[in-house]
C-alpha cells in the first residue's frame, strides 16, 4: 500500500485543521492507521490509531479529547481531525499503515510496515 498525506498548514492557537491519508494499491481494511508526528529536535510520537474495520481507537493522552481519528473505507482515507490546536502539537504529521494480521499495538511505530511522507502542520500562538 502507498500513503499520501495531506491537510497540514499554518494556524493560529485554538484552531482547527483536518488532515488526510489516501491510500493505494493494497485492501484498506486489511491496514490499521495511524498518525504519528516529530517536531524539530524531537523523536517521532505517536498520535493515533484506527483498526481495519473502524471499530478501535486509540490516542496519544497529549491529544485525547482535541484531535478525532477516523476512516473512510470507501474512499480508502484515514483522517486526522485536530481541534483546539497548540503551539506544542506543531510538527510533520505522519500517516501509517500496519496489516491487520500483526494485531493491535497502534501506539508503537514498528508494528506499521507502511509510512507515508509526512505534511507539516504550524500552530501559531
Known amino acids: 500500500v502507498q500513503l499520501q498525506a495531506s491537510g497540514g498548514g499554518l494556524v493560529q492557537a485554538g484552531g482547527s485543521l483536518r488532515l488526510s491519508c489516501a491510500a493505494s494499491g493494497g485492501i484498506f481494511t486489511e491496514y490499521a492507521m495511524g498518525w504519528f508526528r516529530q517536531a524539530p529536535g524531537k523523536e517521532r510520537e505517536f498520535v493515533g490509531g484506527?483498526?481495519?474495520?473502524?471499530?478501535?481507537?486509540a490516542y496519544a493522552d497529549s491529544v485525547k479529547g482535541r484531535f478525532t481519528i477516523s476512516r473512510d473505507n470507501a474512499k480508502n482515507m484515514v483522517l486526522l481531525l485536530m481541534n483546539s490546536l497548540k503551539p506544542e502539537d506543531t510538527a510533520v504529521y505522519y500517516c501509517a499503515a500496519a496489516p491487520t494480521v500483526t494485531g493491535w499495538a497502534p501506539s508503537t511505530s514498528d508494528y506499521y510496515d507502511t509510512w507515508g511522507q509526512g505534511t507539516l502542520v504550524t500552530v501559531s500562538s
Open positions: 484506527v483498526s481495519g474495520g473502524g471499530t478501535r481507537k
